[in-house]
């Protein structure tokens, strides 16, 4: 490691930071009215009044792709069955979301042939036709389908029918030497930590070594959808990658019942860094620049090996016992990418949304750094740099579409209080222009090592966790939880009854291979 970042910072020293004009170091007037937090909120934690939840907290939301044509509205699917072409009949196959599939009527059809077809849709669902294998295990569709000439109009062939799950594997029936499965009843449920539109948070305790994790609890009713699927898929991938890495949440296991997924991650009792913001309102630049820094390795980490984050907020940035952040959340992320690869999903937290996602553009890392431009404003200010607060009387800007305006429009103003280094790295990680932005050019993470903000910050022992933090919370044992908003710690620490007809309608193949156990972690738990 030493190696690594003397090289990084022997490189740094020939590769100056560029010079930016001066009028955009000049600090500006700011109105100080209109606060991320305007007043000091009945307990930490709690929203305060006048404050909008749906833009700075916990907002992070999927826009759909939908294509329009010929009366279907097609929306990329992901088929873990055989399924086929319509148009073509051909198989749909591949990796991700490999074919379409008309919201109405269910038509299945190749990406490449989908304005190809030319039967209207008929906005009704057609019966499926089952896939079957014949004797030599090859697959022959049903009699209405194998008469029709390819150049007619296909009907929409499903894939095969759903694989029976086998039973969740119990400790006591492995055989020896054999990796070692969780349920849930080999934890004792203590207090609800967070929540949010998909899932529950629950801190746990490991009945076996009495050591305490967080538990991440998702209703498979709520992810049916193919889409929502794959990016359960994504966030575990990703926990199981963080957990090589000081300043990411990691992954201990996975399992699931037949109504439920549960995620057992690592517990980090410091509380959010919004949970704190609303404490002190705003943070003292060096302050800002030891969590930006930490943040930045974070992000970095997850770069080289191909995910972009897509949600960061002050929700997502935990403080450890000791002080250090742990980024979590991987719900948004977008694995598989290529230096030089983009993707178009439109999503994030509406305050956080990078304006070349707004702009409707193809996009890389380049979002990730914008994030933490306002994440690191909203540290330095305590404020958001595209407030709409004022607007609260006004129906008309008062709304995602107004703040999209806003943030693709307004020119950040930078508060007089901060310094030209401090103004100087916002304007570098604020710039509209992707290709321009820090971090985003040639030198890469290199230019934001590099920087004069971070000039104070030893990279190395920063990565190594040998960097005193500037702020320890305030703990009493290693279940305290004052640190976290009392509005989830005072909710009753149960699972609601499982609903019988509603796991009925739920297809269990597709969680298949969901149970996961961390071996690292499971080493030293054999040790205790």
Not at 76 to 102: E, S, V
Not at 395 to 408: G, H, K, M, R, S
Not at 424 to 446: A, D, Q
């Amino acid at each position: 490691m030493r190696s690594f970042w003397t090289e990084i910072l022997n490189a740094a020293a020939s590769h100056p930071f560029p010079s930016v004009p001066g009028d955009l170091l000049s600090p500006l007037d700011l109105d100080y009215g209109d606060e991320l937090f305007p007043n000091v909120p009945a307990a930490p934690g709690m929203p305060c009044t006048g404050e909008d939840r749906s833009i700075y907290r916990r907002g992070a939301r999927r826009w759909r792709k939908l294509y329009r044509v010929n009366g279907h509205i097609f929306q990329a699917k992901r088929f873990n069955r055989r399924a086929f072409c319509a148009y073509c009949q051909d198989r749909i196959w591949g990796l991700g979301r490999q074919g379409f599939k008309c919201i109405q009527c269910k038509l299945l059809v190749h990406k490449k042939c989908h304005k190809l077809v030319q039967k209207p849709c008929s906005n009704e669902h057609v019966d499926p036709i089952e896939v079957k294998d014949d004797a030599n295990g090859e697959s022959t569709l049903g009699r209405a389908a194998s008469v029709r000439s390819r150049a007619e109009p296909e009907p929409p062939l499903p894939e095969t029918p759903p694989a029976p799950v086998a039973a969740p594997v119990r400790n006591e029936d492995l055989e020896p030497g054999s990796q070692r499965q969780y349920s849930l009843e080999d934890f004792e449920l203590i207090r609800v930590i967070g929540r949010g539109s998909y899932a529950k948070v629950l801190m746990v305790e490991l009945k076996r070594t009495k050591r305490v994790y967080a538990m991440k609890v998702i209703k498979k009713a709520l992810v049916t959808d193919d889409e929502d699927i794959d990016w359960v898929q994504t966030e575990k991938h990703v926990f199981e990658t963080a957990s090589n890495h000081p300043f990411l949440v990691g992954l201990h296991s996975c399992f699931q019942t037949p109504s439920r997924l549960f995620f057992v991650i690592e517990f980090v009792r410091g509380g959010d860094l919004m949970f704190h913001m609303q404490r002190q309102r705003r943070l003292p630049e060096e302050h800002a620049r030891f969590y930006a820094a930490e943040i930045s390795l974070a992000l970095h980490f997850l770069h080289e090996r191909g995910v972009i984050y897509r949600d960061l907020k002050l929700d997502n940035v935990l403080l450890d016992h000791e002080g250090h952040i742990k980024l979590t959340d991987y719900g948004m992320c977008k694995e598989g990418v290529r230096p030089g690869d983009t993707t178009s999903t439109f999503c994030g937290t509406p305050n956080y949304i990078a304006p070349e996602i707004l702009r409707g553009e193809e996009y890389g890392f380049s979002v990730d750094w914008w994030a933490l431009g306002v994440l690191t404003y909203e540290m330095l200010a305590g404020r958001s740099p595209f407030d709409i607060s004022h607007a609260a009387d006004n129906p008309d800007q008062n709304t995602e579409d107004y703040l999209f305006q806003v943030i693709l429009e307004k020119t950040i103003r930078i508060p007089r209080s901060l310094s030209v280094k401090a103004a100087s790295v916002l304007k570098g990680f604020l710039n509209k222009s992707p290709s321009e932005r820090l971090g985003c050019g040639e030198g890469g993470f290199l230019d934001i090592v590099s920087h004069p903000f971070f000039k104070s910050i030893e990279w190395e022992m920063l990565e190594q966790k040998q960097v005193v933090p500037p702020f320890k919370p305030r703990l009493e044992g290693e279940r305290d939880l004052a640190n976290f908003p009392p509005e989830f710690t005072d909710e009753p620490v149960h699972l609601t009854p499982d609903n019988d007809t509603e796991i009925a309608d739920i297809d269990q193949s597709e969680f298949e291979g969901f149970e996961y156990v961390n071996p690292l972690l499971m080493s030293l738990e054999d040790c205790v």
